[in-house]
Each structure stands twice: as C-alpha cells, then as structure tokens.
C-alpha cells in the first residue's frame, strides 16, 4: 500500500505561481514499486483530467498540452516526493489537483487516469482573475 499526501494548495491571482507537492509513504518495497508518479485536476461537473506524470527512474516526463510551457513537474525520490511547479496561472486553472501513483513497473509515464492505483485526497488550487 502506498499513501499520497498532497499540499501547496490555495488561491492566487492570475499570472501568479503555485508549488503542489505530493509525498508518498508506505512501507519501502512499496515506495520503490511506484514507477510514475502524476497529477490530474478535476473541477465539479467535469472529468478529471491529466496534468502531468514523471517516471521514477530516468526522470521521463509528459504534460497536457493546456500545460506544457507553464507547469514543470519533478521529483525527489529521497524524499519520495514529487512537485508540480504552477506558473503563469490562470482562472480555468482552478481545480482540485490529484496526485497518483503508478506501479506498473517498465512502462512510460502515462497519461491515464486507469492506470494509476494510489491516489491522493486532493488539494485545491484557485486562481483568480
């Protein structure tokens, strides 16, 4: 089992930056199952929708293209931590964000929601306009 914690959350007006971060915890064989780890957001009414993942091993990372040029995600398997640095937000920004966990070892980073087993509780993000 792996627990993810999220944090960094709040509300900021656009143009502005947020850092999310997403610690993950359990017992150390399944710390080092993890492969990928990613974000998804998800507004009420909506779907959740994928941000960005990163691999464990060899740092391979993918974004949305709603995204890409504004967010840089990263990772820090010491702490077993990764990061989702939030720049020139704006309002359709707003979502709670979603960390994840993906064990399936070997494969690229996904952009699948299905193929992420632990997740997060969420963390809000709102950004003003």
């Known amino acids: 089992q792996v627990q993810l914690v999220e944090s960094g959350g709040g509300l900021v007006q656009a143009g502005g930056s947020l850092r999310l971060s997403c610690a993950a915890s359990?017992?150390?064989?399944?710390?080092?199952?993890?492969?990928?780890m990613g974000w998804f957001r998800q507004v009420p009414g909506k779907e959740r929708e994928f941000v960005a993942a990163?691999?464990?091993?060899?740092?391979?990372?993918v974004y949305a293209d709603s995204v890409k040029g504004r967010f840089t995600i990263s990772r820090d398997n010491v702490k077993s931590t990764v990061y989702l640095q939030m720049n020139s937000l704006k309002p359709e920004d707003t979502a709670v964000y979603y960390c994840a966990a993906d064990t399936r070892l070997g494969y690229s980073a996904s952009n699948r929601e299905d193929d992420y087993a632990y997740w997060g509780q969420g963390t809000q993000a709102t950004v003003s306009s």
């Open positions: 990163i691999r464990r091993s060899g740092g391979e990372m």
């Open positions: 359990g017992r150390t064989s399944s710390i080092f199952s993890i492969n990928a």
